[in-house]
T-cell receptor, first 116, second 113 residues
Framework: DAGVIQSPRHEVTEMGQEVTLRCKPISGHNSLFWYRQTMMRGLELLIYFNNNVPIDDSGMPEDRFSAKMPNASFSTLKIQPSEPRDSAVYFC??????????????FGEGSWLTVV | GESVGLHLPTLSVQEGDNSIINCAYSNSASDYFIWYKQESGKGPQFIIDIRSNMDKRQGQRVTVLLNKTVKHLSLQIAATQPGDSAVYFCAENTMNRDDKIIFGKGTRLHILP
């Protein structure tokens, strides 16, 4: 079975440019998560969706970050304009969320972003 | 206090020995806990989970122990192998409230030959 698929795997961009990261969750999963991982802050939850609706975006750093989920099989995380401090690994994860059942999320391989 | 992120705690274990990785969780309302393994250059992978109504759960070569009184979780790996080298994260969730999974800082497991 295909896991969570992310693209691009690696991106190097100049400060000020727009960055778009893409994610295809596992088929049948109804929750999708975007995490950012850095040495300084570890794994931080940025935003998560349930049934394509954003539920909690309290982890989104600032207005330069936005995320969308237009349908059950696709999500984007956009940074505009990008800054060097945005350099990190961005992970997408998905899960089959059910009330009263522990939520196990499955991660993609990550998008390694470097802003110079 | 704990340093913020620059250096992960590292556990060095001789190959073939048992490893015990510890985690203190923060939210007393959390009722579901997961251990993830992250190898270099990859995303975190699910290892084992446990609900708060259990104290212990065993998998293949791994055992998770939960002590709710002191909000402590541990992962035991039997007969540690070179392929166990990775960073291990504990994560917590509150099942009936929301889907948020909050991760701990992680522990690096280093296998000595």
């Amino acid at each position: 079975d295909a896991g969570v698929i992310q693209s691009p795997r690696h991106e190097v961009t100049e400060m000020g440019q727009e960055v778009t990261l893409r994610c295809k969750p596992i088929s049948g999963h109804n929750s999708l998560f975007w995490y950012r991982q850095t040495m300084m802050r570890g794994l931080e939850l940025l935003i998560y969706f349930n049934n394509n609706v954003p539920i909690d975006d309290s982890g989104m750093p600032e207005d330069r970050f936005s995320a969308k989920m237009p349908n059950a099989s696709f999500s984007t995380l956009k940074i505009q304009p990008s800054e060097p401090r945005d350099s990190a690994v961005y992970f997408c994860a998905s899960s089959l969320s059910r009330t009263g059942v522990g939520n196990t999320i499955y991660f993609g391989e990550g998008s390694w972003l470097t802003v110079v | 206090g704990e340093s913020v992120g620059l250096h992960l705690p590292t556990l060095s274990v001789q190959e073939g020995d048992n490893s015990i990785i510890n985690c203190a969780y923060s939210n007393s309302a959390s009722d579901y806990f997961i251990w993830y393994k992250q190898e270099s250059g990859k995303g975190p992978q699910f290892i084992i989970d446990i609900r708060s109504n259990m104290d212990k759960r065993q998998g293949q070569r791994v055992t998770v122990l939960l002590n709710k009184t002191v909000k402590h979780l541990s992962l035991q790996i039997a007969a540690t192998q070179p392929g166990d080298s990775a960073v291990y994260f504990c994560a917590e969730n509150t099942m009936n409230r929301d889907d948020k999974i909050i991760f701990g800082k992680g522990t690096r497991l280093h296998i000595l030959p």
